[in-house]
């Protein structure tokens, strides 16, 4: 029965072999020495060396194939009998009109072959129904019993098998002579290693793949209806031929079997017979049909019908009509109304001669039982694989493979298990319900596609690794054709033996149980992807694996006795297994090989997509297989793929060029040969066949030398007759050839009998020839006769086995040894007597021992070779004796004088050997020549040594004799080595301490080590550093001397100099001090000019913008600051940094500088001026328009016009001024009409770089920079700017104080007067009407200052109507209120643009810009844009003001801690008011650094403060003292000067 997806156990896994790289070299020679391990499974794996890695070769892009198409289930043996048994009785219930439903029983499809084969193995259907045994029958179905399984299995059998059954038994057969089916002859013959006929077939006619889908399909059953409208299915029986009765599993196919006629009504095929004048029969026809087999058309009437009453044929007379219309099973003519015409033979039966009989007509197409049971009998067509009518590259090939296989399991390829793959490939192959369909890329010629590994042919060079890999015995190309195979003796290029095959597979695309051809050797490499498991069969088991599978399937073998040589069959191995088959499997994985031995079945499938390479190979141990394969050919009648004989001859013919084992092996095999030829050739004469003649046969087709009975390929000999030339046949099939007389019969032959023994004769002599030459060696290796061989003959010796290709033996491995050996005696005996003549100039190391110089010549004496280099060695023997005698003399007379033992020495080097006495004589001279050396280098003239010296001086004596006066001299030099390093070590310490020395402590230190004499490195380094104090300690006196104050960067060097230095210096605390106070002033200065996160530097502010001209110039500057990409601060101003030390460079480049600036932002103005305004409706984008900070062009409402450059910017994206400035407008107090007070005013970032403090904090900055000891290039900056900003405010003091511009000044005071008293009561009333309130009931801060100590929520809200208010006014606003004349405006306009570039707040500037905007109409789209943004901007601060609130309040939260009214009762005043300006300033700060860093700049008001007005009474003397520059400096110097405390004298610094 089948078995269940869990029920497939895997067989024992084969054995597995690794390889070292020594026996990896020899593939042949490997896999003999594993075969009687190997062979016992059939099949192995062996595994590489890890770095044995060939390159793949294959074409990739050019490489393109066409699958084969496999469908699981037919694969299987067993499946596939069940699979043709419900083709046949699916055709024998589709012949008779009806289509077959296949049952479910229990939820599975029944079984309907197993149920057919139990019931005749448990006695047939009649003694089951007698002896009541239908549970038995389930019960071997698998069945769970207790479920009267059985009735419904019997009720299933009646129905559908039992009908069917009694078809093929013949029994409604009865007194019918039925026609034997004509078959055509078939074809059984097989032709190995031709694709199209070994594993490819034409799709069938009769494709039943389709036909077995949809027997799966439920079928609608009848209902009650249709069978009482239809009177036929009532009557139907259960046997006999026609359909049969609903319910029984068999649905009755399309009622409507015959056309229809346009207009005419639906009706059972009728003929209708009318007689006519002529006595012809008239035929009229509503609808022809053709029958099978070219039966004549048929006439039917289109009027409606009840019965058949008989089918006429065409163009006969009547008479000839009556008489060949009778019944077959009665022979008689009557009743002609119940005769029957069979649609299929045209034969006749009565209705009631059938059996069993029918009761009446049946309708639709019919056929008699004889026909029936020849198309059920139809022998099946043979199976084979179909070719995909798609052609695949390996790219789409793998993406369709690796789609599928993850479609199918729902998982990566990578992740699913190979065991659960396994499972479900042997599960869908025993299914009979499910059709998988996949498609295998097999027996690819790699001749035409290209193989996998890399093949030395002239198509494409190969690099070194790929003609390593080109050269390999384990490329699937080499190793069929290696001198070891019995292949390479063949010619041809046999595709797929000695050619290799290439492999495409997908997931479950598998290749069935097979042997190779000629039972060979095959090799399979699998170059990548997934595994490829295998199965194999020991070849002992063969023949069961065959009897087990003909046993189980015999009506496979019945229609295709060679099935298991198609490659188109598998069987389960769990199967053979349990028939006592031997199975073994393995997975192998890409980069490993499997070998399958002779005749092991093997068999197996893809786990996933991957590409493999295959070939076959033959041994020396293969020929008595391949003998008995040619045998077992013979029987089965089948192709040969070569001929066997004519392989034993080639290789006898050549012996000499035999493997020594394979001339043995093929020696044994021509013997046999030669015997069965004269059997054979004997047994001819016998029968009297006496005429012959040569034939070369090698030089004929195989097809023309094919013996016609049992198809082997002739070689040897061959009977042929004259009279039959088409043919000829073997000598063991000499009584098949023909009919005609012996006589003319003759034999065809390759050798005469006299010359195959002389062939057998030289390989006995190239088998034997291996005896000889071993004796040979034996003799000389063991000097048996008691002389010895020159190394000339041991040479011939080893040149013959070479020559005669003898296997690598143990004796011929001795030989080499022998020869290794004599010839390394020879070599070095030549370099002992070429050393003693090259003397003192040998190379060093290659001396020999005394001891080995006597082994050396025992070695040479034991040498079965004669040298006569023996006497050479022999000779420097004695003079090396000689030598050692004397110098143990000179040894023993000490003291001996060096002289003497220097020349001992030298005679002894010459010698070329190692005497121990030498050595003696070399430690003598040593010791000699250290204590010389020392003496040298303890001398007091002499150059002071390093400690280095002293330390190898040390470590030298150590290896000298040891003497009296050695031991002195380490001594002095141990002692002074050790004060020196004492001292080094002090110098070290001030080196690296943190506490620094003063000079004099160091100075010490260097005096007294000075003494000793012995280099010290780090007292000379300590002496370097003490000297550069002191030139430091010079250059800060210089400078602090000199007649200007120092610069900063000059400290700067100097604190950075003097740090570095080991010494303690006093000045560098002072000079540290400076750079801290002037770093200090520096960042104050910058936190006064500087904004937040500002791209430029405190410098660049101060100085003057020099190009600002350049607009694209001045932006690329700006955004590149933004970027930090901007370094340099003087670069404007044209001064280097020596420049910066000079205070007049830097004054005069600074007046320059001004200059630049006011030229350069006239001509931006005029150019930004020329440029389409952004407010315009028909601006178009153009080169000449303005461009936003955001790199962005402005345009639309939203978009601000600097007052200084004239350039537009997006209103969003810079700092826009409040309109009322700091305060809120008040409806008691604010003007709001007076609209030129309103702060309109816009800088861009460009031209407002800084914080442009107020004058006054300038001055207290210069206040403090005259205190610094130290010049800044900041600080004469900034004097030049105040300087500026005093002289442009004297000028705009005199313009305001004239008397045209104090008129104006006094008509805008006047305005603003009549409107604030014409508001007041109207803004009074508003506010009392809207509120419910009065005046009185106001609050108190709102009346007074406009602002409200309430909530923020409230706040908001009066922020939002004040804007609302503005909003409201907008329209009430007229202009301009002042007549300027062009005199008056054109100064205060060149003032106006003079005071924007001063980077300095000034009073005068609010006053000139008020008289301009008087004098001019508002600009009202500019106040509309700036109220949008304040919206906005308004509602961004509410939304901080909220978070932060919440900020506060989680402050508060997690404090966990009130306000306590009696802790603020005790903290005095000052403090508990000082705590919230403080938290609201450290709040603004924060959210300042949320809002972008940009604090938008406060209005100033028009009448100064009282000390800003005390300030500027002050200086106006200085303002009016004139515009001479050096004069206004001075005087603003001694000003500063006055009102600072005197500084103190450079002496007291």
């Known amino acids: 029965m089948e078995l269940g997806s869990d029920d497939f156990l895997p067989p024992p896994e084969c054995p597995v072999f690794e390889p070292s790289w020594a026996e990896f070299r020899d593939p042949l020679g490997y896999i003999a020495k594993i075969r009687p391990i190997a062979e016992k499974s059939g099949i192995c794996k062996i595994r590489p060396p890890a770095d044995w890695q060939p390159p793949f070769a294959v074409e990739v892009d050019n490489f393109r194939f066409t699958p084969r198409i496999q469908r699981l289930n037919e694969l299987e043996a067993q499946t596939r009998v069940k699979l043709n048994y419900l083709d046949q009785i699916a055709k024998f219930w589709e012949i008779q009109g009806s289509s077959l439903k296949i049952p479910n029983v229990e939820r599975r499809i029944l079984d309907l072959y197993s149920l057919s084969k139990i019931v005749v193995e448990e006695g047939g259907y009649e003694t089951i129904c007698k002896d009541r045994r239908w549970a038995r029958v389930a019960q071997r179905l698998n069945y769970p019993p207790g479920k009267n399984i059985g009735s419904l299995l019997r009720s299933h059998y009646e129905r559908i098998v039992y009908p069917y059954e009694m078809y093929q038994s013949g029994a409604n057969l009865?007194?019918?002579?039925?026609?034997?089916?004509?078959?055509?002859?078939?074809?059984?013959?097989?032709?190995?290693?031709?694709?199209?006929?070994?594993?490819?077939?034409?799709?069938?006619?009769?494709?039943?793949?389709?036909?077995?889908?949809?027997?799966?399909?439920?079928?609608?059953?009848?209902?009650?209806?249709?069978?009482?409208?239809?009177?036929?299915?009532?009557?139907?029986?259960?046997?006999g031929a026609g359909p049969k009765m609903m319910g029984l599993g068999l649905m009755a196919k399309d009622k409507t079997l015959r056309?229809?006629?346009?207009?005419?009504?639906?009706?059972?095929?009728?003929?209708?017979?009318?007689?006519?004048?002529?006595?012809?029969?008239?035929?009229?026809?509503?609808?022809?049909?053709?029958?099978?087999?070219?039966?004549?058309?048929?006439?039917?009437?289109?009027?409606?019908?009840?019965?058949?009453?008989?089918?006429?044929?065409?163009?006969?007379?009547?008479?000839?009509?009556?008489?060949?219309?009778?019944?077959?099973?009665?022979?008689?003519?009557?009743?002609?109304?119940?005769?029957?015409?069979?649609?299929?033979?045209?034969?006749?039966?009565?209705?009631?001669?059938?059996?069993?009989?029918?009761?009446?007509?049946?309708?639709?197409?019919?056929?008699?039982?004889?026909?029936?049971?020849?198309?059920?009998?139809?022998?099946p067509e043979a199976f084979g694989f179909e070719q995909a009518t798609r052609e695949y590259t390996l790219q789409s090939f793998g993406e369709m493979a690796d789609s599928f296989k993850a479609d199918y399991f729902n998982m990566p390829v990578h992740m699913v298990p190979t065991e659960l793959v396994e499972k479900e490939f042997w599960r869908l192959v025993n299914s009979i319900e499910e059709d998988v369909t996949v498609e295998y890329g097999a027996d690819i010629h790699s001749k035409e596609f290209g193989s996998g590994f890399p093949v030395s042919d002239s198509k494409r060079h190969l690099t070194p690794e790929e003609e390593e890999y080109a050269k390999s015995g384990w490329n699937l190309n080499v190793m069929p054709v290696l001198e070891q195979s019995?292949?390479?003796?063949?010619?041809?290029?046999?595709?797929?033996?000695?050619?290799?095959?290439?492999?495409?597979?997908?997931?479950?695309?598998?290749?069935?149980?097979?042997?190779?051809?000629?039972?060979?050797?095959?090799?399979?490499?699998?170059?990548?992807?997934?595994?490829?498991?295998?199965?194999?069969?020991?070849?002992?088991?063969?023949?069961?694996?065959?009897?087990?599978?003909?046993?189980?399937?015999?009506?496979?073998?019945?229609?295709?006795?060679?099935?298991?040589?198609?490659?188109?069959?598998?069987?389960?191995?769990?199967?053979?297994?349990?028939?006592?088959?031997?199975?073994?499997?393995?997975?192998?994985?890409?980069?490993?090989?499997?070998?399958?031995?002779?005749?092991?079945?093997?068999?197996?499938?893809?786990?996933?997509?991957?590409?493999?390479?295959?070939?076959?190979?033959?041994?020396?141990?293969?020929?008595?297989?391949?003998?008995?394969?040619?045998?077992?050919?013979?029987?089965?009648?089948?192709?040969?793929?070569?001929?066997?004989?004519?392989?034993?001859?080639?290789?006898?013919?050549?012996?000499?060029?035999?493997?020594?084992?394979?001339?043995?092996?093929?020696?044994?095999?021509?013997?046999?040969?030669?015997?069965?030829?004269?059997?054979?050739?004997?047994?001819?004469?016998?029968?009297?066949?006496?005429?012959?003649?040569?034939?070369?046969?090698?030089?004929?087709?195989?097809?023309?030398?094919?013996c016609i009975k049992c198809k082997t390929t002739c070689f040897l000999s061959a009977l042929a007759c004259y009279d039959c030339p088409d043919g000829l046949v073997c000598l063991s099939h000499i009584n098949d050839l023909c009919k005609c007389s012996s006589s003319r019969q003759y034999l065809r032959y390759r050798y005469t009998l006299d010359e195959l023994p002389a062939m057998l004769h030289k390989l006995k002599v190239r088998a034997e020839s291996f005896d000889t030459w071993a004796n040979k060696v034996r003799v000389a290796l063991e000097v048996e006769d008691g002389r010895k061989r020159s190394l000339e003959e041991l040479r011939a010796l080893e040149s013959e086995a070479r020559e005669r290709r003898f296997p690598n033996s143990e004796l011929l491995q001795r030989l080499k040894n022998c020869l290794s050996e004599a010839e390394a005696c020879v070599s070095r005996a030549l370099g002992l007597v070429s050393g003693q003549e090259a003397g003192p100039d040998r190379v060093a190391g290659l001396q020999m021992t005394l001891a080995e110089l006597r082994a050396f010549l025992g070695q040479m004496n034991n040498l079965p070779c004669a040298m006569h280099q023996i006497g050479d060695v022999k000779g420097i023997l004695e003079q090396v004796e000689a030598y050692q005698s004397e110098a143990r003399e000179a040894l023993v007379s000490q003291p001996s004088s060096p002289g003497l033992l220097q020349t001992l020495l030298e005679r002894g080097q010459q010698l070329g050997v190692e005497v121990p006495e030498a050595q003696q004589l070399q430690r003598q001279v040593e010791q000699a020549r250290w204590l010389d050396e020392v003496k040298r280098t303890l001398a007091p003239s002499a150059r002071r040594g390093t400690l280095a010296i002293m330390r190898g001086l040390l470590v030298a004596g150590a290896s000298v004799a040891p003497s009296p006066a050695v031991d002195k001299a380490q001594a002095e030099l141990q002692e002074l080595l050790t004060i020196a390093e004492r001292w080094e070590e002090k110098a070290h310490l001030c080196l690296e301490a943190r506490q620094k020395h003063p000079p004099a402590t160091l100075e010490a230190i260097i005096h007294e080590a000075e003494n000793i004499p012995v280099h010290l490195p780090n007292i000379q380094s300590l002496k370097e550093a003490l000297a550069k104090a002191r030139a430091w300690i010079a250059d800060v006196d210089e400078i602090q001397n000199g007649d200007h104050y120092p610069c900063l960067d000059d400290l700067e060097g100097l604190v950075a100099v003097g740090r570095d230095l080991p010494v303690g210096l006093e000045e560098l605390r002072q000079l540290e001090l400076q750079v801290l106070t002037a770093h200090s002033w520096r960042e104050k200065a910058s936190k006064t000019f500087l904004k937040k996160n500002s791209c430029y530097t405190l410098l660049e502010v101060l100085c003057p913008c020099a190009d600002a001209g350049s607009d694209s110039t001045k932006r690329s500057r700006w955004m590149e600051k933004e970027l930090g990409l901007y370094k340099s601060d003087t670069e404007l101003l044209g001064l280097s940094a020596q420049d910066l030390r000079d205070p007049g460079s830097v004054i005069v480049a600074f007046k320059e500088g001004e200059q630049k600036e006011k030229e350069g932002i006239l001509q931006l103005r005029r150019t930004n001026s020329a440029k389409p305004s952004p407010l315009a409706s028909l601006t178009t984008p153009s080169s000449t328009a303005s461009i936003c900070v955001c790199g962005q062009v402005p345009a639309g409402v939203g978009a601000l016009q600097c007052d200084l450059c004239q350039d537009w910017f997006h209103g969003r994206c810079v700092t826009v001024p409040r309109l009322l400035g700091s305060q809120r407008p008040s409806l008691t107090s604010s003007p709001l009409l007076a609209w030129w007070e309103w702060d309109t005013k816009f800088l861009c970032p460009l031209c407002m770089r800084s914080r442009r403090p107020r004058l006054e904090t300038i001055l207290a900055l210069l206040v403090a920079l005259q205190r610094l000891p130290v010049r800044l290039p900041e600080g004469e900056a900034l004097q030049c700017l105040t300087e500026r900003a005093i002289s442009w405010q004297g000028r705009a003091r005199q313009v305001l104080a004239s008397e045209e511009v104090t008129a104006l000044l006094g008509r805008l005071a006047e305005l603003r007067q009549r409107l604030q008293a014409e508001s007041k009561p109207e803004e009074s009333l508003a506010y009392s009407s809207d509120t419910g309130e009065g005046a009185d009931n106001m609050p108190k801060g709102l009346l007074e200052n406009g602002d409200s100590v309430t909530s923020p929520e409230k706040v908001a809200t009066?922020?939002?109507?004040?804007?609302?208010?503005?909003?409201?006014?907008?329209?009430?606003?007229?202009?301009?209120?002042?007549?300027?004349?062009?005199?008056?405006?054109?100064?205060?306009?060149?003032?106006?643009?003079?005071?924007?570039?001063?980077?300095?707040?000034?009073?005068?500037?609010?006053?000139?810009?008020?008289?301009?905007?008087?004098?001019?109409?508002?600009?009202?789209?500019?106040?509309?844009?700036?109220?949008?943004?304040?919206?906005?901007?308004?509602?961004?601060?509410?939304?901080?003001?909220?978070?932060?609130?919440?900020?506060?309040?989680?402050?508060?939260?997690?404090?966990?801690?009130?306000?306590?009214?009696?802790?603020?009762?005790?903290?005095?005043?000052?403090?508990?008011?000082?705590?919230?300006?403080?938290?609201?300033?450290?709040?603004?700060?924060?959210?300042?650094?949320?809002?972008?860093?940009?604090?938008?700049?406060?209005?100033?008001?028009?009448?100064?403060?009282?000390?800003?007005?005390?300030?500027?009474?002050?200086?106006?003397?200085?303002?009016?003292?004139?515009?001479?520059?050096?004069?206004?400096?001075?005087?603003l110097t001694s000003r500063l000067l006055m009102s600072c405390p005197q500084q103190p004298s450079r002496q007291q610094l």
């Open 259 to 379: 056309k229809k006629d346009k207009e005419g009504l639906e009706c059972p095929p009728t003929v209708v017979v009318k007689e006519e004048l002529g006595g012809d029969v008239k035929m009229e026809s509503a609808s022809p049909k053709t029958f099978l087999e070219g039966k004549e058309e048929l006439s039917h009437s289109p009027e409606p019908c009840t019965k058949m009453t008989m089918r006429l044929r065409r163009n006969h007379s009547n008479a000839q009509f009556i008489e060949s219309y009778v019944c077959r099973m009665c022979s008689r003519g009557d009743e002609d109304d119940k005769l029957l015409l069979c649609d299929g033979c045209d034969d006749n039966y009565h209705i009631f001669c059938l059996l069993p009989p029918l009761p009446e007509i049946p309708k639709g197409v019919w056929r008699c039982p004889k026909c029936v049971m020849a198309e059920c009998k139809r022998p």
């Open 174 to 239: 009865v007194q019918c002579n039925t026609r034997p089916f004509d078959n055509e002859e078939k074809d059984k013959e097989y032709k190995p290693h031709s694709i199209p006929l070994r594993q490819s077939v034409q799709p069938s006619k009769f494709n039943s793949y389709g036909r077995r889908a949809k027997r799966l399909q439920p079928d609608p059953e009848p209902t009650e209806e249709d069978i009482e409208k239809n009177p036929e299915l009532k009557k139907l029986q259960i046997y």
């Open 486 to 706: 019995v292949l390479c003796h063949i010619n041809a290029d046999i595709s797929g033996m000695k050619v290799p095959w290439l492999y495409v597979g997908m997931v479950f695309s598998a290749f069935c149980w097979h042997i190779e051809d000629h039972w060979s050797y095959s090799i399979n490499y699998l170059h990548w992807g997934e595994p490829k498991t295998w199965y194999g069969v020991p070849s002992l088991a063969a023949e069961h694996l065959e009897e087990v599978m003909k046993k189980l399937t015999p009506e496979l073998f019945d229609s295709q006795p060679d099935l298991l040589h198609q490659l188109v069959t598998l069987m389960n191995p769990n199967t053979l297994m349990s028939h006592g088959v031997p199975v073994v499997r393995t997975n192998q994985c890409a980069g490993e090989f499997v070998i399958t031995f002779p005749r092991a079945y093997h068999s197996g499938f893809n786990q996933g997509y991957n590409f493999a390479e295959a070939v076959n190979f033959c041994t020396a141990d293969w020929l008595p297989a391949g003998r008995q394969c040619i045998e077992h050919y013979r029987r089965l009648r089948r192709y040969c793929v070569f001929s066997h004989e004519e392989l034993i001859c080639k290789m006898a013919a050549c012996p000499e060029k035999l493997d020594l084992n394979l001339a043995a092996a093929v020696h044994k095999e021509m013997f046999i040969m030669v015997q069965e030829e004269r059997r054979l050739r004997k047994a001819l004469l016998e029968k009297g066949i006496t005429e012959a003649e040569r034939e070369a046969f090698e030089l004929l087709p195989d097809d023309e030398r094919q």
């Open 1358 to 1531: 009066e922020e939002g109507s004040d804007l609302e208010l503005l909003s409201s006014l907008l329209p009430q606003l007229t202009g301009p209120v002042l007549e300027l004349p062009e005199a008056t405006r054109a100064p205060l306009e060149e003032l106006m643009m003079e005071g924007d570039l001063l980077e300095v707040t000034l009073d005068e500037n609010q006053s000139i810009w008020q008289l301009l905007q008087a004098g001019q109409p508002p600009d009202l789209e500019r106040v509309h844009t700036l109220l949008e943004l304040e919206k906005a901007e308004r509602h961004g601060s509410r939304t901080r003001g909220r978070a932060l609130e919440r900020r506060r309040r989680r402050k508060v939260d997690r404090g966990g801690e009130a306000d306590d009214p009696a802790r603020d009762e005790l903290e005095p005043k000052r403090v508990r008011s000082s705590e919230p300006e403080a938290e609201e300033v450290q709040e603004e700060e924060e959210l300042e650094e949320e809002s972008g860093g940009e604090v938008p700049p406060v209005p100033f008001p028009t009448n100064g403060s009282p000390s800003t007005q005390e300030d500027q009474d002050g200086l106006e003397p200085v303002l009016e003292a004139g515009s001479d520059t050096s004069a206004s400096f001075s005087t």
